[in-house]
């Protein structure tokens, strides 16, 4: 399998990973995407669920939702419930040099490989514990979802209608992004392994990640002592305007023309007599009346036909702006073709199909590599023999014992 | 400065920090929260103008979002419409591993330190460029701001009502990933550098960082030849029942109680008829009855005196849910507190104040350190003198001449 030694950033590493579903699964793939040699352990007989998750089935088996974060590791298929593949996985550990495991906490240790006992097979072991709401902490035990680690976040509750329950994004924004922090977390701890030959137990999760996201809301409500209670505001925000969504002929379109941005609206809107207005001269006045300033936009982009000719508009006269773009229009932008924001892939079993690309572009190195996402144990043998050394004989055996799985998706 | 030494995964390198606003910034702080020595390079007069930002000023100047992304930073304050200004950035290159930058695409090339340039004054410089849009493509040069990306990217398309315009999150999680993203990109050079002693350039933008949130929905576009077309739903899902926002007495609850999860909520709800009902008992029948199942479990719900009390009902019950939380509910959580998820930190000029917490926990490594934000150019003579050599006498000169400034705030 060509992929794997990708010659990349992180092509000195080897990682085993433990992880299933989102959140773990995107960290050890941005991992391998950057070259690291990633070796998947599922648990026997099914492997990662997400494989066959119906609801995100198109065309094959398994889903191209693991298909999309599980390319270019390789899989070995062991039965964890069954102290001789556990006794494999500990055998791993002295050849790897990151863990990554995303089971509810506690599990590891129930398996014998918590981080202490990793650490005593090999001391400088750095592992990566991925969680919906942390290792630690009164919630730590709670069943993980991303909807879930959102709403504990805070997050959630500044979506939406003022008015109204809020909205969740249809996007795992928690899960990838909590696997970019752990990727990050990974490669600092693996450079102070190579500074100071010291390991390191990682403790990452959504709820953190998420919580990161609070640019100002934490502050304000804190630096107010509490007088200043953050909370969603609708279609616009609360401290600039405009600066917010707008309707417009067939959808949407973000308009950012808050302080100095406002004369260029105002020119693009032929009002150039709000520009030194005192009634509509700054944010402060606008905020005031919003329900007149929202009509008053929504209403000038009621005279053009759809939204692209009241972008082009803007545009041209310097608004920041921008389409709210649908799904299907994204992947047929021209920029996000030309930088490889969306990629076309080739897979085995799907062929020819669009992902989101690796958001890193590098200058030198290679950028959105071909990988493919591995069937279910098909490097059972490739990594016990080479990495364990048994034999093709022994390998056998363990496949009849129910020790190994291997099957085509 | 105590905490510029700070003894931590990437205390060994020293990082040229040419950024504003959020997004770079971000990507700064958490290098500087990991140790590394980073020197802030504020164009003069007034620095990185989100010290000034009125409208999230709490207590004092800075602003808190300043010191929140800023913290552990040196700064340096120094008039880049001067070419002595420019000459002494481009002295400081030879000392340092990491150059991150968040202007306009073009920008540094500019200046005279475009990669090629700064390339070949240090062969192995890594250049870490953040922008909304990308450094490349037709899109590249539009002014760039969090929402923008998120509408380019097709994840604002996937929040809110089906049959109305959208919501946005009121909160900056482009910017903060975008810095997480950039942070990774950086580790992930230097690991490279050190093996092979090749410098890199990385472009690292918003869109691409959102773009990659979505898990789903570009694969099943794809993967279903366009016949599926990815788009809001609302406050629940469409392809999980139950999964998303429901109403309580005094605020809401997300519940996730699909697949396996479904008999649990049944027995909260007393409702065990429903388990094996075939008119209940599928996340498909479910999604095709959702005007019965949301007033079935919205109704229950009003049963309940609060969202407290409803949710430890289902949590007793092991039903995955969680209560959307406020901004004020979560900086008084016990969870969060515990965690270090939020963290109490001392400024010099504001006092004590909860932002949140460094979002990687380490088991051995320090957790949210004590640093400081720095004022405007607090660190002029101490970077001048010490990594370029300059004397007292010098430095003063380049302060009277302007092309260095100084500010208390």
Redesign the interface.
């Known amino acids: 399998m060509a992929t794997r030694r990708l010659d990349?950033?992180?092509s000195?590493l080897r990682v085993l990973d433990l992880t299933r579903a989102?959140a773990g699964p995107?960290c050890t793939r941005?991992l391998a995407e950057?070259g690291a040699d990633v070796i998947k352990v599922e648990g026997a007989p099914g492997g990662d669920m997400i494989r066959h998750m119906a609801?995100?089935q198109?065309?094959n088996e398994p889903s191209?939702?693991f298909?999309?974060?599980n390319r270019g590791k390789r899989s070995v298929c062991l039965n964890l419930h069954d102290p001789r593949g556990v006794a494999i996985l500990a055998e791993m550990i002295p050849h790897v040099d990151v863990v990554v495991e995303n089971f509810r906490p506690g599990v590891m240790e129930g398996l014998g490989l918590g981080?202490e006992r990793l650490a005593e097979i090999k001391p400088d072991i750095i592992l990566c514990s991925i969680s919906a709401?942390?290792?630690?902490?009164?919630?730590?035990q709670?069943?993980?979802?991303d909807?879930?680690?959102?709403?504990?976040?805070?997050?959630?509750?500044?979506?939406?209608?003022a008015d109204d329950?809020?909205?969740?994004?249809?996007?795992?924004?928690g899960?990838?992004?909590t696997g970019?922090?752990g990727?990050?977390?990974v490669?600092?701890?693996?450079?102070?392994r190579?500074?100071t030959g010291?390991?390191?137990?990682?403790?990452?999760?959504l709820?953190?990640?998420y919580?990161?996201?609070?640019?100002?809301?934490?502050?304000?409500?804190?630096?107010?002592e509490?007088k200043?209670?953050?909370?969603?505001?609708?279609?616009h925000?609360?401290?600039?305007s405009p600066?917010?969504?707008?309707?417009a002929n067939g959808g949407?379109?973000?308009i950012?023309s808050f302080l100095h941005?406002w004369p260029d609206l105002c020119k693009a809107m032929e009002r150039e007599e709000w520009i030194d207005d005192p009634a509509w001269n700054s944010?402060a006045v606008r905020l005031q009346k919003m329900d007149e300033v929202v009509p008053a936009i929504e209403g000038w982009l009621q005279s053009f036909p759809d939204v692209e000719s009241a972008v082009k508009r803007m545009?041209d006269f310097?608004v920041?702006?921008?389409?709210?773009?649908?799904?299907?229009?994204?992947?047929n932008?021209?920029?996000?073709r030309?930088?490889g924001?969306?990629r076309r892939v080739h897979d085995r079993l799907?062929g020819e199909?669009?992902?989101?690309?690796?958001?890193?572009?590098?200058?030198?190195?290679p950028n959105n590599t071909e990988l493919e996402a591995p069937t279910l144990g098909e490097h059972n043998a490739e990594v016990l023999g080479e990495m364990l050394g048994r034999s093709q004989d022994e390998i056998r055996e363990l496949a009849e014992a129910g020790i190994l799985q291997e099957k085509e998706f």
Not at 243 to 247: D, E, K, M, T, V
Not at 333 to 336: E, F, G, T
């Open positions: 990349h950033a992180l000195d989102a995107a941005m950057m609801s995100l198109f065309r191209l939702y298909v999309q974060q981080y709401l942390g290792q630690t902490g009164p919630l730590s709670l069943p993980g979802y909807f879930i680690a959102q709403a504990y976040s805070g997050i959630t509750s500044m979506i939406g209608p329950a809020p909205y969740m994004p249809a996007a795992a924004i899960d990838i992004s970019v922090h990727a990050l977390a490669v600092a701890a693996v450079h102070h190579n500074r010291e390991g390191e137990h990682l403790d990452v999760a709820l953190d990640a919580y990161h996201y609070h640019d100002a809301n934490v502050a304000s409500y804190s630096g107010s509490g200043h209670q953050p909370s969603r505001t609708g279609r925000v609360e401290y600039l600066c917010g969504i707008y309707r949407s379109i973000v950012m941005h944010d545009q310097g920041p702006c921008a389409p709210v773009l649908s799904v299907a229009q994204t992947v932008h021209p920029h996000h030309q930088r924001t969306v799907h199909v669009d992902l989101p690309g690796f958001p890193i572009k590098f200058k030198k190195l």
